[in-house]
C-alpha cells in the first residue's frame, strides 16, 4: 500500500499568495508581497519556476491584494510545463492564510504541495521534498544556532512533529518550519477536515493554517522533513527582502543568468508640476492658477500627463511635485484623489533640491523616472520605450533627433543642443536609479537658471569638455558619458523615435499644436477612477 502511495508522483503544488505583505510597506504599497522584484524577477516567477523544473505540472495561486496584476503577470509568462491559474480569495483583508487554504479546499486531492507564497526555494530543495515526503502530512523543516520571536518554531522527536508555532520556548524548539509542506494520500483531506473544524470556531479566520497541523499533531503522526544544507529565504520584512534579493542574484550569477534590466522594477513617477519665481507667463495669460492646468480639450494638462504614467506598465506609484498641492486640487482634477497610486508632495522652489529631497524615500523609492506637468503628450509607450533603453546608467537622459521632430512637426520651434552627432531637443524624462544621483542634482542646483545653456553645464567638467562640446567635436552621449564619469556616475543619453516627445508647452503656440495632436489622437485614456476597464494601448 505504502509502495503504492510513493510511486503516484506529486505534481501539483498551491501557492499561497493573498496577502499585502503589509511589514514590507512602502514596498507593498501598490503590489502584493509576491510580485516585488528579486534581481529582477518577481518572487512569483521564481517559485513557480523552481516548482515547474522539479517536475511539478499544475499550479494553482491564491490571490487577493492585487489579484489583477498577479493575473496579468500569469498571463505574460512564457507557456511551460506547469499548468498556472489562480483563485480569488474575496476574504484576504479579514482573514489569515487559513481562510486562503479554505478557499482552495477543492484542491487538496491526493498528492500536492503547499507553499506560502513569500517563501522562496530551489528546484533542487523542492526534488528533495517531492522525492522523501512521508505518507500523510510532512512539514518541511531547517535548523540554526538560535531562532526569533517571528520563526515558525518546530518541536520534534525522530522525524515526528510534536509541537510547531512561533511561541514555543526556546528548550522546545529543534527547528522551524519553512512554509513548504507535502500531502500524500489520505494527508490532503484530513488537513482540510481539520481547516473545516477551525473555521468554524470563533477565531478561525484570524487563525494561520499551521494551527490545523498543530491540531493534527496530538493524535496524528505528522512527519518532519529537514532541508538542511539547502538555501532557501523567507521574505517578511525589509531587511529579508534585501538579503532574498542578494542571494537569488547569486544564483542567477552561478547559473549564467544575465542581469535583468532595471525596468522590470517598480518605477516612481515624479510630475513636477511647480511654478518658477515670478509665474509662468502663459498660465497668467490665459487666467489660470498654475501651468499644471492649462486647459487642453476641455481639462487640465496634467490630467493626459498622469493618465498616461498610470497606464505605462513598469510605472508603480506617482508623485506630484509642487509648491501649492491645493491649488491643483479642482473639481477637474477630483479623480486624482482617489487614485492609490498617485500623490501630492509639497516642494520647494528649486527644481533639483525638490526632487532630492524626496527621490530615494518612503514616497518615491528608486528607481526614479522626472518627467513635467508641461508634457501632456506622453503615452504609455513613449514611456515604455524611454525606460527600456534606460537599462544600466546612474541617469538617463531623454531627448530627440531634430530631423525626427522635424520631420513630422516642421512648424514647431524648439531649443536645439548641438553636437558632432546632430542637433537634439530635450525629452523631459529622466531615469534616476540610485542615490548616487544627488551628486549631478546639487550641481544642477547651482546651474539651474542656465538650464538650457547646457554648454554652461558641460563647463562645470573643465574646459576641454565645454570646448568640444561647443565645437561639436563630441557625441552627445559622449559628453554625457564624460560628464558622469567625473561625477563617479554612469550617464546615458537615450534618443527617443517619438518626435512627440520633445514638444512641451511652453507658449500660446505651443498649446495649439498639442491640442491638434491630442485631438487626432481620438478617445483619451481612462483610468480606473474614471472608468472600469483600461485601454492601454490607445496611444501605442
Known amino acids: 500500500m505504502i509502495a503504492d502511495v510513493f510511486a503516484i508522483p506529486i505534481c501539483k503544488a498551491v501557492i499561497l499568495s493573498a496577502g499585502k505583505g503589509s511589514r514590507l510597506l512602502p514596498l507593498t504599497e501598490h503590489r ?67 481562510g486562503s487554504v479554505w478557499m482552495a479546499r477543492e484542491e487538496f486531492d491526493g498528492n500536492l504541495l503547499l507553499l506560502n507564497g513569500d517563501t522562496l526555494v530551489t528546484p533542487d530543495l523542492v526534488r528533495q521534498v517531492i522525492e522523501n515526503a512521508g505518507q500523510g502530512i510532512t512539514v518541511t523543516i531547517d535548523r540554526k544556532p538560535a531562532y526569533d520571536d517571528d520563526d515558525m518554531k518546530v518541536e520534534e522527536v525522530d522525524g515526528r512533529l510534536i509541537h510547531i508555532g512561533k511561541t514555543l520556548s526556546p528548550h522546545q524548539t529543534s527547528a522551524e518550519s519553512i512554509g513548504l509542506l507535502a500531502f500524500r494520500a489520505h494527508g490532503a483531506r484530513t488537513f482540510i477536515e481539520a481547516v473545516e473544524r477551525l473555521m468554524h470556531t470563533p477565531e478561525g479566520t484570524s487563525s494561520w493554517y499551521l494551527r490545523a497541523i498543530e491540531g493534527l499533531a496530538d493524535t496524528l503522526p505528522i512527519r518532519t522533513l529537514s532541508i538542511e544544507g539547502h538555501e532557501w529565504a523567507e521574505v517578511d520584512y525589509p531587511q529579508d527582502y534585501k538579503k532574498a534579493s542578494a542571494l537569488v542574484a547569486e544564483w542567477d550569477r552561478q547559473a549564467g543568468v544575465p542581469r535583468q534590466r532595471t525596468t522590470t522594477a517598480g518605477w516612481t513617477a515624479l510630475v513636477l508640476a511647480g511654478e518658477r519665481p515670478g509665474g509662468d507667463a502663459l498660465a497668467q495669460g490665459l487666467g489660470v492658477p498654475a501651468k499644471a492646468l492649462l486647459p487642453l480639450l476641455d481639462e487640465p494638462m496634467l490630467n493626459h500627463v498622469v493618465r498616461s504614467l498610470l497606464a505605462t506598465p513598469a510605472i508603480e506609484r506617482i508623485a506630484i511635485l509642487t509648491q501649492r498641492p491645493e491649488e491643483l486640487r479642482t473639481p477637474a482634477t477630483e479623480w486624482l484623489q482617489h487614485e492609490k497610486r498617485v500623490s501630492f508632495i509639497q516642494s520647494g522652489d528649486g527644481i533639483s533640491a525638490s526632487i532630492e529631497a524626496v527621490a ?136 527617443l523615435r517619438a518626435p512627440e516627445a520633445a514638444i512641451d508647452v511652453d507658449k500660446l503656440s505651443d498649446l495649439r499644436l498639442v491640442e491638434s495632436i491630442l485631438a487626432a489622437r481620438g478617445p483619451k485614456l481612462q483610468t480606473r477612477s474614471e472608468a472600469r476597464s483600461v485601454p492601454l494601448d490607445v496611444y501605442a
Not at 528579486?38 to 522539479?54: F, M, N
Not at 498577479?70 to 506547469?82: E, L, Y
Not at 531623454?398 to 520651434?413: C, F, I, M, N
Not at 538650464?451 to 570646448?467: Q, T
Request: charged content about 25%; some cysteine; glycine content about 8%.
Open 32 to 98: 502584493p508581497k509576491c510580485l516585488l522584484k528579486l534581481a529582477g524577477r518577481t518572487l512569483l516567477d521564481r517559485q513557480i519556476d523552481a516548482l515547474e523544473e522539479a517536475g511539478i505540472e499544475e499550479v494553482i495561486v491564491v490571490t487577493g491584494f492585487g489579484d489583477d496584476q498577479v493575473d496579468r503577470t500569469i498571463a505574460a509568462r512564457r507557456q511551460g510545463r506547469a499548468r498556472v491559474r489562480t483563485l480569488f480569495n474575496p476574504f484576504y483583508h479579514v482573514a489569515d492564510n487559513l
Open 360 to 495: 530615494g524615500g518612503a514616497d518615491a523609492p528608486w528607481p526614479v523616472l522626472v518627467t513635467t506637468a508641461d508634457h501632456p503628450l506622453l503615452t504609455p509607450a513613449m514611456v515604455s520605450d524611454f525606460l527600456a533603453q534606460a537599462d544600466t546608467p546612474d541617469i538617463a537622459v531623454g531627448a530627440v533627433e531634430r530631423e525626427t521632430v522635424l520631420g513630422a512637426y516642421p512648424q514647431t520651434k524648439r531649443t536645439w543642443l548641438h553636437f558632432r552627432d546632430g542637433a537634439y531637443s530635450g525629452a523631459n524624462l529622466f531615469a534616476l536609479t540610485s542615490g548616487k544621483v544627488s551628486i549631478a542634482l546639487k550641481l544642477w542646483a547651482d546651474v539651474e537658471a542656465d538650464r538650457k545653456k547646457v554648454y554652461r553645464l558641460f563647463w562645470r567638467f573643465g574646459p576641454l569638455l565645454a570646448l568640444q562640446a561647443i565645437a561639436r567635436l563630441i557625441s552627445f552621449d559622449g559628453a554625457l558619458t564624460k560628464a558622469g564619469r567625473n561625477l563617479g556616475m554612469k550617464v546615458k543619453l537615450v534618443a
